[in-house]
C-alpha cells in the first residue's frame, strides 16, 4: 500500500498529436489546465465532474503556423472574468485567446526568432522570452519595452511578486534581474543554459539548467542552495502552494518531487523527454512530454488511477527502451552485471537504479520506497555507452543509426532511425512526413544520410577558380577566359591558388572563412540602366521631373563609377542630384537606386554619403525602402547598397553605428519569397560578419548576427544564399570560444546539419561541414 505522501498516476490524456511543450493551471474552468505543442495547437482541459479523476477537452485553439512552444494565464480583469490564453511558438509570435473563440483575440508580434517562454504579471502585463536574445514587456497588444542584455537564447522569464521586478534565464548562463526595464543583477552559477525559472516568494526563486542542477536564489543575489538529483538536462519547475517544495522535470525521462530540500520522489515515465509540468489548485501535478501524452499525478487516494490503469502504466514503463548512450545510467559492462537475485536486497533511496543480467539481456529497475520494491523501468539496450558500433534500440525497432536532428529547438525530440540496407530517400521522406518539415529538404536529408553512413571525409577544394559568391570565373592577367586555375588549393573568393605544401593538400584545407574582405554588387549595365531611368522620368510627377541637364550629370556619374578606368571623378553638384533623385517615388526609384548602389563604392562618394548626419540620413532612406510592406526591387537594391557600403571606411563606420536597426530591419525580409532579396540579405549578414571578426568584445554584435543568420537558414531555400549564411556563420565563431559557445546554446549546429550532405553545389556541404567542426 502506498503512503499518503505517494504521487501516484491519477490519469493519462492522449489529446496531443505531437510534443506536448507547456502547461498552465487555468482560472477557469476550476480545477483545469491549459496545454500546448508541437501539433500547433493549445487545449483547455476540464475536470470530470461525473468522476473523481480525469479531465475532458472543452476546448481547441488554433492560430500559430508553426510548433506551440510555452503558455501561460492572463489574470481576470472586468472584460474577460475567465482571464485570458497566451501561448508563443516558432512562428515569433504569442497568440492571445479567450475562452469564447477557438482563433486569437489578437496576436504580438516584435520577436525575431521563437518565443519560447511567457509569464504573466499584474495589471495585465505579460513578459516574453525569445531565441532572438530579448524579453519584451507587453501590455494588451502593445510592446512596452525590450530587455536586452543576454547574449543568447532567452528561454526563462518570470515575473516575481513584487511591482516592477522580472528574471530571465538564459542559454548564456545567467540569470537577470530587472526594474524598469534596466537589468539590476546578474545571477551566474550554472555552467550551461539556464531553462527554467519558478518563483518561491517575494525574495527568493529556483532556476534549473541543461547542468543538471537546480538552484535556489535570494533575489539580493546569494545562491542558498544547489539541488543535485537528475542525470540529464532539467526542462521546467513547477512550485507546491506551501511555497517551500516543487516538482521538476528533464531529459532522464523523470519527474522529481522535492521536499524539505530532498528529492522524496522519482516517477519514471515511458517516454525520453519530459518538457513541462505545472501544479495544479489541488496539490496535483500535470506533467507533458515527447510522446504526446498528459499525465496527471496525485498523492490523494481517492484520485489514483484504477488498478488497471495503473498495471498498463507500469507494464508500459517495464517495456520502455534506455539507450546507455544517453549516460543516465553510467558505463555498462553486461558480462560484470549481478542476476535477478540482486533484487532481493531492498534499495535505501526512492529512484534508486540498479541493473541486472537477465539472460542474454539487461534489465533496469527502480526502487520504490512507497511501496517497498523494485520496479522494472526498462530494456537497456546496445550495451556499454563506450560502444557506438552497437544497434540502436529506437521505437521497438533496432536501427544501425538513429540520427538526433533536431534542427529548430537543440533538443532531441527529432530522431531520424536508419539502417544501411534501406532507401536513403525513403528514410528522409519518412523523417520529412513524420515531422511535418518541409518536403523540399528531400535531398539534402537524404545525402546527409548518404555521408554520415559512408564515413565521408572532405577531399582536397576544386581545382579551379571559381567564385563561389558569383559563380563566375574571376579575371586573372594572363588567364583564358574560361576562369580556370592549374590544380590546387584555390581560393574561393578571388579565384588565385593559395600556397600549400604537398602535407597541406593531404588535410581538408578550409578556403571559405573567416572572410574578412567584404562582398559587394559590382556588376551592372550602365547602358540598361539610363534608358530605365529616362523612361521613367518621362512619366515621373512634374514636380520629379528631371531636366536634361540633371539627366546628362547623373549619365556622367554613372559611366564614370561604372568603368574604374574612367579618369572622372564624382562631382559634389552630381552626388547632390543622386542623392535628391534617390528621394522619388518608390514605384519609379529603383533605376535610381541602382546608381546609389554602384556609386557608395566610390571613395568619394562613399565618404560623402555615409559620414557625418548625412550619413544617418542614408540610413534612413535605405531602412525606410527595406519596409517589409516595400516593394521587392526596392528592398533588393537598399540591400545591395548597405552591403556596398561597406567598401569604404566611412559606410563601415555608419554601418557598425546603425547595425542594431540594419540588421534587425533586414532580418525582417527573410519571410520575402524572393531569392535575390536572400542572396542581398545574407551577403549583408557575412559583410558585417567580416567586420566584426577578430573583434571579442563585440558579442552582442556577434550574437545578432547569429540570430539573423539563424533565423534565415529557416526559411531561405536559395543555395548561394545559404552558402553566404554558412560562411557569415563560420567568419562569427571562429577564433571567439564565446561565439562558439553562443553558437553552440543556439543549437546550430543541429540546425545547419541539413546541409552537410549538400553536394550540389559541393561548397555548401563543405562549407557547413568545417562550421560544424568548429563548433564540436
Known sequence: MASPSTYRLSCSIPGHEMDVRGLAAAVFPEGGFVSVSRDRSARVWAPNLSETRGYTEMHCMNGHTNFVSCVCIIAPNETYPRGLIATGGNDNIICVFSLDRPDPMFTLTGHKNTVCTLSAGKFGTLLSGSWDTTAKVWLSDKCMMTLQGHTAAVWAVVILPEQGLMLTGSADKTVKLWKAGRCERTYSGHEDCVRGLAVVSDVEFLSCSNDASIRRWMVTGECVQVYYS??????????????QDFVSTGED???????????????RLPTQSVWCCCVLPNGDIAVG???????VFTEKDERVASAQDLQAFEDELSKATIDPKTGDLGDIKPEELPGREHLDEPGNRDGQTRLIKEGNNVEAYQWSMSEGRWMKIGDVVGGSSKDSSKRVMYEGKEYDFVFTIDVNEGGPSMKLPYNVADDPWLAAHNFLQKNDLNPMFLDQVANFIIENTKGHTLGPAPASAVDPFTGAGRYIPGSGSTGTTPAGVADPFTGRNAYS???LQKSVTNIYFPKMDGVFFEQANPTQIFAKLRELNGSAPEDHRLNDTVLSNLEKLLLSISDCKSPDQPTADQISILWRTSHWPEDIVFPVLDILRLAVRHPEVNAQLCGGTEGASLCNLLLGLMSPQGRPANQMLALRT??????????????????????????????????????????????????LHGRPSEIEAKAQCLSVASSALEVVQDKEAVFRLLVALGTTVAGDSTAKDLARSLGVNSQITKYAGVSDPAKVGECCRLVMDELQ
Open 642 to 691: 548597405f552591403c556596398n557600403c561597406f567598401s569604404g571606411s566611412h559606410g563601415r563606420s555608419l554601418l557598425l553605428s546603425q547595425r542594431e536597426a540594419v540588421l534587425s530591419r533586414a532580418a525582417d525580409l527573410r519571410s520575402v519569397c524572393n531569392k535575390n532579396i536572400h542572396v542581398a540579405l545574407a551577403t549583408l549578414v557575412l559583410n558585417y560578419a567580416g567586420i
Open 501 to 503: 605544401s604537398a602535407a
Open 253 to 267: 525521462r523523470t519527474v522529481r518531487i522535492w521536499k524539505n530540500g530532498e528529492c522524496a520522489q522519482t516517477i
Open 289 to 295: 512530454a515527447s510522446d504526446g501524452i498528459i499525465r
Open 230 to 243: 537528475h542525470t540529464n538536462y532539467i526542462y521546467s519547475l513547477s512550485v507546491f502552494p506551501n511555497g
